[in-house]
């Protein structure tokens, strides 16, 4: 079987990281690489990611420091989500008097809890919580298949990159019956910080510096959530809603293009395909382009054409789009 061989941009895109830390690691002959005639670095994506996930491993990381007001294991089976809350709500005071952060603590822990209960197919799950410098953090980790596994297999992804991709819909349930999949797509909007990590892999949410990162985790077994909250945040679970819903129902999404593949040029209708699932359950998305740096006319004419007018009820709104990709969306767009 050949290699898959990356460019150093690829492989920070992979891992989460910036190019100049890719190259720091490299030159540290912590991530190998060889280089091209042209000079050029090029590594092996499997030796970089394994040797990258042993340097994280032997890392001392510094939130494992934090001390939990409150640490439990549960057993799942039978366990309610809303009970557990109340006794870990007793352990944060501070809360009491924040009406704010105290919602969306209670949103944020009952909803990934309940994910853990009913979708993680495990048997245990390790719950920390505890407030450090006026951040409140949460900690849910379960023993199951891993969430992202789970969704590659369920919906017959190609890989777990897009099983991130479709957690950034919303909408998108293995239990339509008994969920509306829409638990992680607002918990990863409400908190400060979100952070889930399964199957080797980690999405990251920086809803303060309004950023989105992919990359390599350490966590194999399961799924871990971790969420942040400011005691002091100004942000309105109800606000939340409201950007993302019309006459109380959830009617806007907002995909992130870059995360559907590796890399950052979409040329082809099979990703528009990919990238389109779904979509039609919402009024209106907004599709974000940030970071992507080429798309093909193909791309452009099955999603903003072929699939717009199969889909008239949906609205596709394209955004963050550097000057070539306008370029080429709004050259694809049908003409009226």
């Not at 996930?53 to 989500?81: I, K, T």
């Not at 638990?183 to 920086?206: H, P």
């Not at 528009?272 to 907004?286: H, I, P, S, T, Y």
């Not at 740096?293 to 889909?311: I, P």
Request: net charge negative; charged share 30%; glycine share 8%.
């Amino acid at each position: 079987m050949d290699r898959e061989v990356l460019g150093i941009g690829a492989l920070s895109r992979l891992l989460g990281l910036s190019v100049s830390r890719v190259r720091q690691l490299a030159d540290a002959e912590v991530i190998p690489s060889v280089r091209t005639a042209g000079g050029h670095r090029r590594f092996d994506r499997a030796l970089a990611v394994a040797s990258y996930r042993a340097h994280r491993l032997a890392e001392v990381v510094p939130d494992r420091a934090r001390v939990p007001r409150s640490r439990q294991r549960l057993d799942l089976a039978d366990l309610a989500e809303d009970l557990v809350w109340r006794d870990v709500r007793l352990t944060l005071g501070e809360l009491e008097s924040l009406p704010r952060a105290r919602v969306i603590a209670g949103y944020a822990f009952t909803e990934i809890l309940n994910n853990a209960i009913d979708h993680s197919s495990g048997c245990h799950v390790d719950v920390q919580v505890g407030i450090d410098g006026g951040v409140l953090w949460i900690e849910i980790a379960d023993d199951g298949v891993g969430t992202l596994a789970h969704l590659r297999d369920s919906f017959e992804l190609p890989d777990l990159f897009a099983s991130i991709a479709e957690l950034t819909k919303g909408k998108r349930t293995t239990m339509s019956e008994a969920h509306t999949g829409e638990g992680i797509f607002f918990t990863s909007k409400a908190v400060d910080t979100f952070e889930l990590a399964s199957n080797g892999l980690r999405w990251f949410v920086d809803n303060l510096r309004d950023d989105i990162r992919v990359g390599i985790s350490e966590v194999v077994t399961g799924t871990t959530v971790r969420l942040a909250i400011a005691l002091a945040t100004e942000r309105h679970l109800a606000e939340v809603f409201a950007e993302f819903t019309t006459n109380h129902e959830f009617a806007r999404s907002r995909p992130v293009i870059e995360l559907f593949e590796i890399g950052s040029e979409f040329v082809s209708r099979s990703e528009a395909k990919r990238l389109a699932v779904g979509l039609e359950e919402f009024d209106q998305v907004e599709l974000d382009f940030d970071r992507v740096d080429m798309v093909g006319q193909g791309f452009v004419d099955e999603l903003f054409r072929v699939w717009a007018n199969e889909h008239p009820s949906t609205e596709l709104i394209p955004v963050r789009m550097n000057p070539a990709v306008a370029f080429m969306v709004e050259r694809g767009l049908p003409r009226r």
